[in-house]
């Protein structure tokens, strides 16, 4: 009888060490999607940030095609004005062309300053954009690299959870469905542990010892007991 009650709590015992293997596992398992996704997020806000840069460069290019256009248009009025100077008459009309031409080639040399300003600035972006997408590429390979090494580990994974679920199915056919169904109960209501050992009368569940009575019952093996406080199916082992 003794022997009885020992094989079928330790078959209970190691049907519970493979399933907190397997819960273990696949909360590893489930995890991975979640990585990956992250993975991508990292490599989706770098394209975007890159993605930014692309628009300031271009509101750069736009910038200057803007003034090289507004420069065009003041050379042409004073090349028109100077002109215009040619054929004044009174010193009053050539001193007012005078100032007409300083005015606009004061314009122009502003408007070129922005040009200069655009260049320097076109030159520093696309300096930073280069350095970015080489920076996006060092990254997405890292990624490729991490991204391979998950789905490596998640294969591997799921090959020892197969492997796990068919020593699992071995040992339920060796319990009977009374006691598994009183396993099953105590773990559903425990926290997923249905079976604990007693270590120096304490119930390692619990951590709480049991009356010195039950204690010496239980270690005569010839019936099945549950700890009085966590009510989990409880097995002694030496001191």
Do not use: W
């Amino acid at each position: 009888m003794e022997g009885n009650i020992k094989d079928k709590v330790d078959r209970l015992l190691k049907l519970q060490e493979i399933e907190l293997k397997m819960a273990s596992i696949q909360v590893f398992i489930d995890s991975h999607p979640g990585q990956l996704k992250q993975l991508d997020s990292r490599i989706t806000a770098f394209e975007d940030n890159i993605s930014e840069v692309k628009s300031r460069l271009s509101e750069l290019q736009q910038s200057y095609r803007s003034h090289e256009s507004d420069a065009q248009t003041y050379q042409a009025q004073i090349e028109k004005s100077r002109e215009k100077l040619k054929l004044v008459k009174t010193n009053k009309e050539y001193q007012s062309s005078l100032k007409e031409i300083e005015e606009i080639e004061e314009l122009q040399s502003k408007i070129e300053d922005k040009m200069i300003q655009c260049l320097e600035d076109t030159d520093a972006v696309e300096a930073a954009l280069a350095g970015k997408k080489e920076e996006l590429k060092r990254f997405s390979q890292q990624v490729n690299t991490q991204k391979e090494e998950i789905q490596r580990e998640s294969a591997e994974k799921e090959a020892q959870l197969s492997e796990l679920d068919m020593e699992r199915k071995k040992i339920l056919q060796l319990v009977a469905p009374e006691l598994l169904n009183k396993y099953n109960a105590v773990k559903n209501n425990a926290g997923g542990i249905g079976v604990a050992v007693v270590k120096n009368s304490v119930c390692q569940g619990c951590n709480v010892n049991i009356p010195p009575q039950m204690f010496n019952e239980l270690l005569k093996f010839d019936k099945l007991l549950v700890c009085p406080f966590c009510q989990r199916i409880i097995y002694p082992i030496s001191q």
